[in-house]
């Protein structure tokens, strides 16, 4: 079993609609970060978090520490927001990422 | 620069030439990490640096990767004899300290080898 899971693995929406990712992990962490991958294969940090809710524009994250979950949430979803969407679990020296969830949001 | 850079964004090898892979990490920070990810692939862990302690080489897939990171601040990832399955973004990561609780992460190196 992967120290982290996400889910779904690949999810289709229609432009506009509310979007939901999630990441459970199985580790203790310090820290908890959500990173968004285009295609041309470049790589940014979106949220890092620690615990409680984070807002950057259309893009939310939450984490539960007690429950060991975290969901990155996108609102009125674009199709520029097709990615993947990476979940990756800082734990002592070394973090520890998800699968990543490819996300296509069709116009 | 405010961030983790890496040079170069691209580059395109031929099979057995050597390449060399650079990331500036955010100064001051302490740690360093490099990663990659195969086409399909989720990102692998390569090695670590923390300050003046002995690099964490545990990830690195064969004795043709190194890493050294000079003056506890640049680091550089060389691949020698560069073979196809070497082709993968490859991802640099640093921190204030150890536990990635701060980490910052460079855009990425995309290495094709034909």
């Known amino acids: 079993k992967n120290e982290v899971e996400q889910s779904p693995q690949n999810l289709t929406a229609q432009e506009g609609e509310f979007i939901t990712i999630n990441c459970s992990y199985s580790?203790?962490?310090?820290?908890l970060h959500w990173l968004q991958q285009h295609p041309g294969g470049g790589i940014v940090s979106l949220f890092m978090?620690?615990?409680g809710k984070k807002k950057h524009g259309r893009l939310i994250a939450t984490i539960n520490i007690q429950e060991k979950h975290s969901s990155l949430h996108i609102t009125a979803s674009h199709p520029r927001d097709s990615a993947v969407y990476i979940c990756?679990?800082?734990?002592?020296?070394?973090?520890?990422f998800g699968a990543g969830t490819r996300l296509t949001v069709k116009p | 620069g405010a961030g983790v850079s890496q040079s170069p964004s691209n580059k395109v090898t031929e099979k057995g030439k050597d390449v060399e892979l650079r990331c500036d990490p955010i100064?001051?920070?302490?740690?360093l990490y490099w990663y990659r990810q195969s086409l399909g692939q989720g990102l692998e862990f390569l090695i670590y640096?923390?300050?003046?302690?002995?690099?964490?080489k545990s990830g690195l897939p064969s004795d043709r990767f190194s890493a050294e990171r000079t003056g506890g601040s640049v680091s550089t990832l060389t691949i020698q004899r560069t073979q196809q399955e070497d082709s993968a973004v490859y991802l640099c990561?640093?921190?204030f300290g150890p536990g990635g609780s701060s980490a910052f992460f460079g855009q990425g190196t995309r290495l094709t080898v034909v």
């Open positions: 990561a640093s921190s």
């Open positions: 580790v203790g962490i310090s820290a």
């Open positions: 978090l620690s615990s």
């Open positions: 990756a679990a800082a734990a002592n020296n070394d973090m520890r």
């Open positions: 100064s001051g920070h302490t740690a």
């Open positions: 640096f923390q300050g003046n302690s002995a690099p964490d």
